[in-house]
């Protein structure tokens, strides 16, 4: 299992056969998104600022993109360590 912690609140899991985002911070405890992988696609830009880098988890469609379910920043810095989890997991960034 290959793991990328977004922040202290955040984190990315993959297996074999799906990715999955588990938060905390809700009325009920923690939270859980998942997706199987063949599904599955990823989005990185630069935000409005140009100052982080806009992340878009989430179900990849026909036309190319993907329907962002999951939406974060990270510092640009840490880009690269995002990249190589989603290869590790075969997403490759629209």
């Known amino acids: ?9 955040r984190i990315l899991l993959t ?5 999955e985002l588990f938060w ?5 405890g923690s939270s859980k998104w ?11 830009s630069l935000n409005r600022k140009g100052d982080q880098v806009r992340v878009k988890v989430g179900e ?6 993907v329907a962002g379910d999951i939406v974060f920043d990270i510092a640009p810095a840490r880009s690269g360590e995002l990249q ?8 490759q960034p629209v």
């Open 1 to 9: 299992m290959e793991r990328f912690d977004v922040d202290a609140d």
């Open 15 to 19: 297996d074999a056969q799906t990715i």
């Open 24 to 28: 905390r911070g809700t009325n009920n």
């Open 34 to 44: 998942r997706i199987h992988l063949s599904h599955a696609g990823v989005e990185m």
């Open 60 to 65: 990849r469609y026909g036309g190319g993109g």
């Open 84 to 91: 190589a989890f989603f290869q590790r997991a075969g997403i």
